[in-house]
């Protein structure tokens, strides 16, 4: 798939989010490396996108991958991934930290 994916507007709103906090609390060069990061597995599950844990339970054709304190959901379209969500562990019921 060549590495191309896109936010839902609920993902790039968490991104958003989570870029506010980092830099708040850990600073700008933890941000940037920590969203670095992220993008960066992004661009990896858009290329692998089977290796992220099916979850049916939530919905049809979605999956999940950890990337450091926050887990992706994502969705496998024809020419790309959908970024649905990125959501902190601490705030994910217990059976969707697996």
Same mark, same amino acid.
């Given at each position: 798939m060549s590495g191309r994916? $896109? +936010?839902?507007?609920? =993902?790039a709103d968490d +991104?958003? =989010? *989570?870029?506010?906090?980092? =830099? $708040?609390i850990w600073g700008n060069e933890q941000r940037r490396k920590y969203l670095g990061e992220?993008?960066? %597995?992004? %661009?990896?599950? =858009?290329d692998h996108p089977r290796l992220g844990r099916e979850r049916p339970e939530l919905r049809e054709n979605c999956y999940s991958?950890?990337?450091?304190?926050?887990? *992706?959901?994502y969705a496998i379209r024809s020419a790309d991934i959908e970024i649905l969500a990125v959501i902190h562990n601490r705030s994910l019921p217990d059976f969707l930290k697996r």
């Amino acid at each position: 798939m060549s590495g191309r994916y $896109r +936010l839902t507007l609920k =993902a790039a709103d968490d +991104l958003k =989010a *989570i870029n506010d906090y980092t =830099a $708040r609390i850990w600073g700008n060069e933890q941000r940037r490396k920590y969203l670095g990061e992220m993008r960066q %597995r992004f %661009r990896w599950l =858009a290329d692998h996108p089977r290796l992220g844990r099916e979850r049916p339970e939530l919905r049809e054709n979605c999956y999940s991958y950890p990337q450091g304190e926050h887990m *992706i959901f994502y969705a496998i379209r024809s020419a790309d991934i959908e970024i649905l969500a990125v959501i902190h562990n601490r705030s994910l019921p217990d059976f969707l930290k697996r």
